[in-house]
Structure formats: structure tokens, C-alpha cells
């Protein structure tokens, strides 16, 4: 029997490690900027507009973040009490770290947005 994405990503739990994959990109994101940013500064002494591998890397950042947002928004719309999620169960502890991850989510995708941001505006290195 098929099962539709919807099926399957409600199927996913969210977990701590789910939690710290947004924040975990838009490092690696951060990192691999400052990186591509340096050697094209240091070896070919200009800095190029956007190239196509800085782009597909920033579009694989977002999409990774987007996604676990997307995962997490589903998980935190399981029925049951109204926030705050401040009980023991298991349902409770599981929206908490959706919401989590949701807030986290939307915060790195900023983060990338504007790590990505001054290599449309800067030309030069100095």
C-alpha cells in the first residue's frame, strides 16, 4: 500500500536530533560562505558576483532548514492540550520540541538569507 508524503512526514518523529539540524546548516552554511569568501579574495583577488556553486550551496542550506521545519510544523499539529506543553507525556514532549525546532528553523533560514546576502552587494574585498 502506497503511503502520500503527508503519511510519511507525519510518520516521523521529532527528536533532539531533529532539533539541531537547522542550526547545524546555517553553521555549515556560515562557514562554507566565510571559506568561498576568503580564498576567492586571497587567490583571485576580486570577489565574483554570485557564482553558480556558492548559489546551489545556499539553495541546498535553505532546503535542508525548510525541511525540517516543514517535518517539525507537522509533528507540533499532533491533537491534543493547548500550549504551553509542560506536562510528562510523550505527545506533550514531542510538540514541545516541534515547536522547538519550528522556531529554530525559521531563525536559520534567516541566518542563511542574510550570510548569503552581502555576496549579491559586495564587489571588492577590502
Do not use: N
Not at 525548510?66 to 507537522?74: D, L, M, W
Amino acid at each position: 500500500m502506497k503511503r502520500g508524503l503527508g503519511d510519511r512526514v507525519r510518520a516521523l518523529k521529532v527528536t533532539l536530533w531533529t532539533l539541531i539540524v537547522p542550526p547545524t546548516v546555517w553553521a555549515g552554511h556560515f562557514l562554507f560562505s566565510y571559506l568561498w569568501a576568503a580564498i576567492h579574495c586571497a587567490k583571485l583577488g576580486g570577489f565574483p558576483r554570485f557564482p553558480a556553486m556558492y548559489a546551489i550551496g545556499t539553495a541546498v542550506a535553505l532546503l535542508l532548514i525548510a525541511g525540517a521545519g516543514i517535518v517539525a510544523h507537522v509533528q507540533s499539529r499532533v491533537p491534543g492540550d493547548h500550549p504551553p506543553h509542560e506536562q510528562g507525556t510523550d505527545t506533550d514532549r514531542v510538540r514541545f520540541l516541534a515547536f522547538s525546532t519550528v522556531l529554530l528553523a525559521a531563525l536559520s533560514f534567516v541566518g542563511v538569507v542574510f550570510t548569503a546576502a552581502p555576496v549579491l552587494f559586495l564587489t571588492d574585498c577590502r
